[in-house]
């Protein structure tokens, strides 16, 4: 049987997929399968998961033509068996013991899915996160929780994390939501995770450190921010007001555009009417708030 399908998006990490996939195939944690979906690299990568699927027949991998990882990963599930789910970037370590201590856990408490920690792995020339991937200091380990009210606990300490690899998920409840990624964006998680979230009264929170996030000079917070990533931002808020319109979503769109307008004054100017308007055309305004707007147009680009 197995117990624990591991999804895993591959684009252009040859230098970092062995490391990945090793940290998985030496799981104390046997009866896992590592679902793995090559999108569209142009490096070495399909060759370093070949080598690896050869020695280890609990990977399997798949082919597409470059369509994103959103895409990669709602494939991925499509072929998964496992009676929970993991989503792994590519370009992480997970502890050893991590799968096999998440199994016990979210057996014990019959949980729709649990959170735990990670710690940051600073590429050379990467820059420091201005965030931690730790929360679960801030509830209690073996109480059960209504997603809606840890969302709100989140939101309210500033502490909400939308990562879907510090969560392991029981895939029944993924099938009964009828929950998948939403293609053509980037900051899927967002998105995901949120949904994921409101629709669960049983949720549970494990006091442990498993994932060690890779941040590199290239990676999706590294490279520089663009119209595309205030679009898709716009996208993840337009598609939780359509699912739930909700004070608990407006304090999440606030929350969020708030600094997705404030950090978008680095994107080019004349990129800044269109984005602007798609807000304002929304209604969000009353999300971005005066201090976000007036720094959207007026706060320079540090040289």
């Known amino acids: 049987m197995v117990k624990v399908s591991v999804i895993l998006p591959v684009y252009n990490v040859g230098p970092y997929l062995d490391e990945a996939l090793l940290s998985l195939t030496n799981q104390t944690l046997r009866e896992i399968e590592i679902i793995a979906v090559n999108d569209g690299s142009t490096d070495n990568s399909e060759d370093i998961?070949?080598?690896?699927?050869?020695?280890?027949?609990?990977?399997?991998?798949?082919?597409?033509?470059?369509?994103?990882?959103?895409?990669?990963?709602?494939?991925?599930?499509?072929?998964?068996?496992?009676?929970?789910?993991?989503?792994?970037?590519?370009?992480?370590?997970?502890?050893?013991?991590?799968?096999?201590?998440?199994?016990?856990?979210?057996?014990?408490?019959?949980?729709?899915?649990?959170f735990f920690d990670g710690d940051e792995m600073?590429?050379?020339?990467?820059?420091?996160?201005?965030?931690?991937?730790?929360?679960?200091?801030?509830?209690?380990?073996?109480?059960?929780?209504?997603?809606?009210?840890?969302?709100?606990?989140?939101?309210?300490?500033?502490?909400?994390?939308?990562?879907?690899?510090?969560?392991f998920i029981r895939r029944a409840y993924v099938e009964r939501i009828g929950l998948s990624f939403y293609n053509g964006i980037i900051h899927e998680d967002e998105l995901y995770t949120v949904l994921l979230t409101i629709q669960s009264n049983n949720v549970y929170a494990l006091q442990r450190t498993f994932v060690k996030h890779r941040v590199r000079r290239a990676s999706t917070m590294g490279i520089?921010?663009?119209?595309?990533?205030v679009n898709c931002y716009l996208t993840v808020i337009d598609e939780l007001l359509k699912f739930q319109p909700s004070p608990l979503i407006d304090k999440y769109a606030r929350y969020t555009l708030e600094k997705v307008f404030y950090t978008a004054h680095l994107i080019p100017f004349g990129q800044k009417p269109a984005v602007f308007w798609r807000a304002v055309?929304?209604?969000?305004?009353?999300?971005?708030?005066?201090?976000?707007?007036?720094?959207?147009?007026?706060?320079r680009k540090h040289r």
């Open 49 to 114: 998961l070949r080598r690896h699927q050869a020695s280890d027949p609990r990977i399997r991998y798949f082919n597409q033509t470059n369509q994103g990882q959103s895409a990669a990963r709602n494939l991925a599930l499509q072929h998964a068996t496992g009676q929970y789910i993991y989503f792994m970037d590519s370009d992480d370590v997970i502890a050893p013991d991590a799968l096999a201590a998440c199994y016990a856990y979210i057996e014990q408490t019959g949980a729709d899915f649990i």
């Open 122 to 167: 600073l590429e050379e020339g990467a820059k420091p996160l201005s965030w931690n991937y730790r929360r679960t200091s801030l509830v209690e380990e073996g109480r059960r929780y209504r997603g809606d009210q840890l969302l709100q606990t989140m939101l309210d300490r500033q502490k909400h994390n939308c990562v879907v690899w510090l969560l």
């Open 224 to 229: 520089g921010y663009s119209k595309r990533n």
């Open 281 to 299: 055309r929304s209604g969000y305004l009353k999300y971005i708030g005066l201090k976000s707007a007036l720094a959207f147009w007026l706060k």
